[in-house]
Every structure is written in structure tokens, then in C-alpha cells.
């Protein structure tokens, strides 16, 4: 199946540091979709990136996607500490259009 | 109120037991999934479902089974020949097969 690569696996910063994670496969990628899942909750969608190197952003998170359509990375400004969360990338490519999550990076945030 | 409702929230069975978790969803959606997720490894697909009485195994189906008897409901069950069945489980529903996806609350499975 699709293999993604998703670093770092976890991420501490004081409050109002920045913070990027990236997602990474060795395929050409149909789309890839960002997912925050607070502790103790259920994954909720953010954003679907479907162009070669397309940007999009939502406030303080900027989300991209690679020319190659092989990676794709989340990045946030200035944290805050309702930023606490796993963030997974997850992607469908090829002629299988089954939905594959990475591993997700856990960011907690220092007031 | 639309979404997807799984059930129970927490659910603890002896080893060796089978037990089915619910899953229905009332967002008129076509695709279904179910992914497990252990701490730090992300979710892992168990079984996804395009349409009505059609399923495919994920990455990790190995005692595993599911049924879609109708277009609203999913459920898992969780085999005793499944090693490891401890774990949150978590439902998931897209319009199309790899769209957006919409989840449950999960189910915390804990076998003893």
C-alpha cells in the first residue's frame, strides 16, 4: 500500500515559537490531506492539497505542497497552546484510492 | 444532527471473546473505514468499504471482519484470533473513497 513518512515524531515549543511538520513518500502523490487530533479526541479534517506546489492557508497555518507532488509539509506561526495536538498527513496516490495516514507528530506547546 | 456514532465509547472483553463495535453514520456517504490506533503508530487501516455488501481489507484485516449490510452502518468485529485487540479503534466516512474523512468518537477496546 501507499507509504508515507511523516517527521518529527514528536515537537516541544515555548509558546509563540514556530512549528512545521513535514510529510514525505516516495511516490507521486494523487492528493494529501493535514488532520489535528486533540488528546483524547478523533482526528478532524483541515485541508486537502491537490496541485503541484500549491499553498494554502488557514490564519496562523500555512499548509504545501511539494512540486513533485511527493511531499507535503504543515507549518504553524506562533504557536499557542490550543495548537497541543497530533497533526497527520494522509494520502491516497497511484490506482489506489485507499485513505493512508502517517505515523502523525505530537506537538504540546509550553505556556 | 448529522455525523458518525460509534459505540460503545468503552468496551472491555475477556481474552478468547469475539466483540463487535458499531459504527453508523447518517451523512450519506459511500465510503467507510476502520483504522486502529496504538500510541506511536499513527492509524492503521483495517477494512474500507466503497459501496453496499463490498469491503477490502486494509493494511492490518488479520482477525478482523466486517459486514455492510446497509449504506448507514459498518461494524467491526474483533476475532479472538486477533493477537493484540487492545487498542482505540476509530470509524471513519468519506463521500468518495479517499476524501475527506469524517470520525467518530472511537471506541476504547480493552481485553483482559
Known amino acids: 500500500g501507499q507509504q508515507v513518512m511523516q517527521i518529527p515524531q514528536y515537537q516541544h515549543v515555548q509558546e509563540g515559537e514556530d512549528f512545521t511538520t513535514y510529510c514525505n513518500s516516495s511516490t507521486t502523490l494523487s492528493n494529501i490531506q493535514w488532520y489535528k487530533q486533540r488528546p483524547g479526541g478523533h482526528p478532524v479534517f483541515l485541508i486537502q492539497l491537490v496541485k503541484s506546489g500549491e499553498v494554502k492557508k488557514q490564519k496562523r497555518l500555512t499548509f504545501q505542497f511539494g512540486e513533485a507532488k511527493k511531499n507535503s509539509s504543515l507549518h504553524i506561526t506562533a504557536t499557542q497552546t490550543t495548537d497541543v495536538g497530533t497533526y497527520f498527513c494522509?494520502?491516497?496516490?497511484?490506482?489506489?484510492?485507499?485513505?493512508?495516514f502517517g505515523k502523525g507528530t505530537l506537538l504540546t506547546v509550553n505556556p | 444532527d448529522g455525523g458518525i456514532t460509534q459505540s460503545p465509547k468503552y468496551l472491555f472483553r475477556k481474552e478468547g471473546q469475539n466483540v463487535t463495535l458499531s459504527c453508523e453514520q447518517n451523512?450519506?456517504?459511500?465510503?467507510m473505514y476502520w483504522y486502529r490506533q496504538d500510541p506511536g503508530q499513527g492509524l492503521r487501516l483495517i477494512y474500507y468499504?466503497?459501496?453496499?455488501?463490498?469491503?477490502q481489507k486494509g493494511d492490518i484485516a488479520e482477525g478482523y471482519s466486517v459486514s455492510r449490510e446497509k449504506k448507514e452502518s459498518f461494524p467491526l468485529t474483533v476475532t479472538s484470533a486477533q493477537k493484540n485487540p487492545t487498542a482505540f479503534y476509530l470509524c471513519a466516512s468519506s463521500i468518495v473513497e479517499g476524501g475527506e474523512a469524517f470520525f467518530g468518537q472511537g471506541t476504547r477496546l480493552t481485553v483482559v
Open positions: 468499504s466503497q459501496i453496499v455488501n463490498d469491503f
Open positions: 494522509a494520502v491516497t496516490g497511484g490506482s489506489n484510492y485507499k485513505l493512508t
Open positions: 451523512l450519506n456517504h459511500d465510503a
